[in-house]
């Protein structure tokens, strides 16, 4: 596609459930990076990837956040056992080879926990 | 640590006015800036980066900044805004080796009125 897409655009969870969040980068992006953005804030790094290596998650505010790219193209962020305070969106970015230093944003995944 | 402060939560301007947004930072070395844009419910959008060289930076949409290194400083502007403008607006620091893992402040919530 055009842009970094996101899926789903909204999510609602009840407290205790799991989600999966995904994240397809632009085709042929090296890099991809999960952000958090809680309301009113700026985002949040979580987690980065260069291919299907995951070379960075001293974001990841507890191990109930887990994230994946096992063939170094989508990847899944999954909360388990959400709890209220996850609440966020969540945004995915990603970068070309060569770098260009853009991040292209996508739209993010809205998640509410009820 | 790098931080960034945005001191300014929430601006309104009339349209045709300047604007001035502020932007402080605080990192070892000199650092990777950027401001990006975001609109509800769309994704950032990059408005410009200073990465070296001029001080003076110009991005998209008639966006400047100014890299002053003694204030610590990355402040945007632009001479005479429009309504579309109206939107959150985010500095990023992000270290050299690392500048995809940005660290955004807290954003600045622009209005434009007529």
């Known amino acids: 596609g055009a842009g970094v897409s996101q899926s789903p655009r909204y999510k609602v969870a009840k407290r205790g459930q799991d989600v999966a969040l995904r994240c397809d980068p632009i085709?042929?992006?090296?890099?991809l990076f999960w952000y958090q953005q809680a309301l009113g804030q700026g985002p949040e790094f979580l987690t980065y990837?260069?291919?299907?290596?995951?070379?960075?998650k001293s974001g990841l505010p507890s191990d109930r956040f887990f994230a994946e790219r096992p063939e170094g193209s989508v990847s899944t962020l999954k909360i388990q056992r959400t709890q209220q305070e996850d609440s966020a969106v969540y945004l995915c970015?990603?970068?070309?080879?060569?770098?260009?230093?853009?991040?292209?944003f996508g739209s993010g995944t809205q998640l509410s926990v009820l | 640590a790098q931080s960034v402060t945005q001191p300014d939560i929430h601006i309104t301007v009339s349209e045709g006015a300047s604007l001035e947004l502020r932007c402080n930072y605080s990192?070892?070395?000199?650092?990777?800036l950027f401001w990006y844009v975001q609109s509800p419910g769309q994704g950032l959008q990059l408005l410009l980066k200073?990465?070296?060289?001029?001080?003076l930076v110009q991005g998209i949409k008639g966006f400047e900044a100014e890299f002053k290194r003694s204030q610590s400083s990355f402040n945007l502007r632009k001479p005479s805004v429009h309504w579309s403008d109206a939107a959150e607006y985010f500095c990023?620091?992000?270290?050299?080796?690392?500048?995809?893992?940005?660290?955004f402040g807290a954003g600045t919530q622009v209005v434009v009125t007529p």
């Open positions: 970015a990603s970068i070309p080879q060569g770098a260009g230093e853009k991040l292209f």
């Open positions: 085709s042929g992006h090296v890099s």
């Open positions: 990837f260069q291919n299907e290596a995951q070379l960075d």
């Open positions: 990192y070892g070395a000199t650092p990777y």
């Open positions: 200073y990465f070296s060289g001029d001080t």
């Open positions: 990023a620091v992000g270290a050299t080796d690392s500048w995809g893992k940005l660290q």
